[in-house]
């Protein structure tokens, strides 16, 4: 059964944006719907999806289509985007794995 999930307005929009950017990478580079969807591994219609700012396609193929057309999701370069994931991953690492949300205990003494 297919459940129809809500978004928010700013997520909407951030989809929005970000296919156009696609799109407008995708144009800019002379790349038809056809080369592009063939160089990320993907249908025709997934590649349509995310130019129209569809929700639901697999973040891993958005990123990889974004980079493919040169369209930047962080305003970063490579070396500064490898020291701040190397940062985050220690902090990680201090951080709790889990959390937990205690259980209050009845105060049941009248």
């Known amino acids: 059964m297919r459940v129809t999930r809500s978004y928010s307005r700013a997520t909407k929009q951030t989809l929005s944006l970000l296919g156009k950017l696609i799109k407008a990478g995708r144009l800019e580079r002379g790349l038809t719907a056809e080369d592009l969807s063939e160089r990320a591994g993907i249908t025709r219609k997934t590649l349509r999806k ?61």
Not at 55 to 80: K, M, N, P, Q
Request: negative net charge.
């Open 50 to 110: 995310i130019e129209n700012g569809e929700a639901g396609s697999e973040i891993g193929i958005v990123f990889e289509v974004a980079a493919l057309v040169g369209v930047r999701l962080f305003d970063l370069d490579d070396r500064s985007l490898q020291m701040h994931n190397t940062r985050l991953d220690e902090k990680l690492t201090l951080l709790p794995k889990s959390v937990r949300h205690r259980k209050q205990e009845v105060d049941d003494d009248f």
